[in-house]
């Protein structure tokens, strides 16, 4: 299969966390996750068109992109290591006599208390950021195309980015605030739009380049480096 036939797949191609295998048991095309080889496998059948199979691959993306993130080394929350905030790398730093909460300054995130307790107050301070962030963006995009927004949360969804309901609640990732800071804004503005337009059609991206330019580069990053956004554990 052509390795440009979808952009995610020509970036497993080229980091080489994708194979493809022939089998003569096979009646249909398949996916797997081999997590010894470090790559997602499909194995196809020994006659089936190119076209079925680059089909096939672009209707499973969500589910390459899903598996993807178990490939990949996780990533703990810990004294030294390093956090992306909107895209810009943190370096954590335990702080256990401080009462200061977590705070940052310049490229630190300091976080007070006893050390055991650190993943949970850097969780839990990304979630309060996340959602004092999007909320503030997801007002500024409503109040530009005069909708509301009635509520945001922020969860930590698997299958989606976010969501919007028709009475004006929005949903998002936490985990978009480990994203740069574009990436995250498109995801706020697409989910705004859809109190607009409760669809994808051409209105709806229309809405969605009104409110931000970096939609089509922001989708882009989403489906080549989304999935390392679940590493952070």
Known sequence: MADGAVPLLAELVRTGQWRERVSARA??????VDVAEGAIV???PVRVS?????????????????????????MALADGATLP????????????????????????????????????RVKDWI?????????????EF?????????????RDTASRWGSCSRDGRLSLSWRLFLAPESVARYVVAHEVAHLRHMNHSAAFWRTVRELTAEAEPARQWLRRHGASLHRYT
């Open 27 to 32: 009646r249909r095309v398949s996916l797997r």
């Open 42 to 44: 499909l194995v196809r």
């Open 50 to 74: 190119e076209a079925v199979v680059r089909a096939f691959v672009i209707k499973q993306r969500r589910w390459i992109e899903r598996h993807l993130a178990t490939l990949m080394p996780p």
């Open 85 to 120: 905030v909107l895209g810009r790398d943190h370096t954590i730093c335990a702080m256990p006599t401080a009462k200061r909460g977590v705070w940052t300054e310049a490229d630190v995130l300091f976080v007070s208390g006893a050390t055991e307790h650190l993943p949970r």
């Open 127 to 139: 979630k309060a950021e996340a959602k004092r962030t999007f909320a503030a963006w997801a007002h």
């Open 142 to 154: 409503a109040r530009r195309i005069d909708r509301r927004v009635t509520r945001v949360a922020v």
